[in-house]
């Protein structure tokens, strides 16, 4: 579903939202088809921790290959503020579940630090 922001979500991730949007029209990476199972780019997924305002941004594909990628990370480490990381997780399976079992670190570091029922991740 292309959407530019979400009621659900944390409002912080809306202008990250658009930032990563934006470019990832500029690259050559086809949009995935799950009728016909063409394309690469399956999934966005945006996390933010919310006490902390850090930020991971986990791409999910067909496959690994993403040329540019590294370079587009980069980039957005640079310009996305408290962007922790950047991930590829990798889905080849014809399902409509979202992730698959493997996930590579592209930048930066693949968590951001939280609260769950009240423990920190630093407890």
């Not at 470019?23 to 919310?50: C, M």
């Not at 290959?65 to 480490?77: F, H, Q, S």
């Not at 590829?88 to 979202?98: D, E």
Request: with cysteine; glycine share 8%.
């Amino acid at each position: 579903v292309n959407v530019n922001q979400c009621p659900v979500q944390d409002e912080r991730l809306d202008t990250v939202l658009q930032t990563v949007k934006q470019d990832l029209q500029s690259t050559d990476w086809p949009a995935y088809n799950e009728r016909n199972q063409k394309g690469e780019l399956r999934h966005l997924g945006l996390r933010i921790g919310r006490r902390t305002g850090q930020l991971l941004i986990t791409l999910v594909a067909k496959t690994d290959r993403l040329p540019g990628l590294d370079t587009l990370a980069k980039v957005w480490m640079q310009t996305i503020p408290n962007l922790q990381g950047v991930c590829l997780n990798i889905n080849p399976k014809r399902t409509n579940a979202i992730f698959g079992r493997e996930t590579q670190l592209v930048a930066g570091h693949a968590r951001v630090a939280g609260r769950i029922c009240g423990a920190d991740d630093r407890d």
